[in-house]
């Protein structure tokens, strides 16, 4: 039959290092942790820019329709860190299942 790839184990495949370092170790870390730790800093920056923003609405309160505005965008800017916060406490439980059955806890 033509046209069918045959799937052949090679020696790097049975390498205990190999294994550790690529499939798990990449894998955590471009994958699973790395992806959360970005999208944690980044929220720390938006939630910090929120709240410097409304700080200063405060300190200068005007109904005027730019500050109108900026209300909907700090509107939006907190969605958004509602639905990232909300995404990483969903994939917490996945990252740490995966660290346990790396470290065999």
């Known amino acids: ?17 190999y294994y550790v370092v690529y499939k798990i170790g990449c894998y955590l870390v471009f ?4 992806p959360l730790v970005a999208l944690l800093v980044l929220n720390i920056f938006l939630i910090r820019a929120l709240h ?9 309160s005007s109904a005027t329709a730019s500050s109108r505005r900026s209300r909907h965008r700090e ?6 860190v509602v639905v990232v916060s909300v ?12 660290i346990a059955a790396v470290t065999g806890l």
Do not use: W
């Not at 994958?31 to 790395?34: A, D, E, F, I, Y």
């Not at 410097?52 to 200068?60: E, G, S």
């Not at 509107?75 to 958004?80: D, H």
């Not at 995404?87 to 995966?98: Q, S």
């Open 1 to 17: 039959m033509q046209g069918y790839a045959k799937v052949v184990k090679t020696s790097l495949r049975d390498n205990k290092l």
């Open 31 to 34: 994958r699973t942790v790395g």
């Open 52 to 60: 410097a923003t409304r700080r200063r609405h405060q300190k200068m």
């Open 75 to 80: 509107n939006v800017t907190l969605i958004l």
């Open 87 to 98: 995404f990483i406490v969903c994939e917490l439980p996945d990252v740490g299942l995966r």
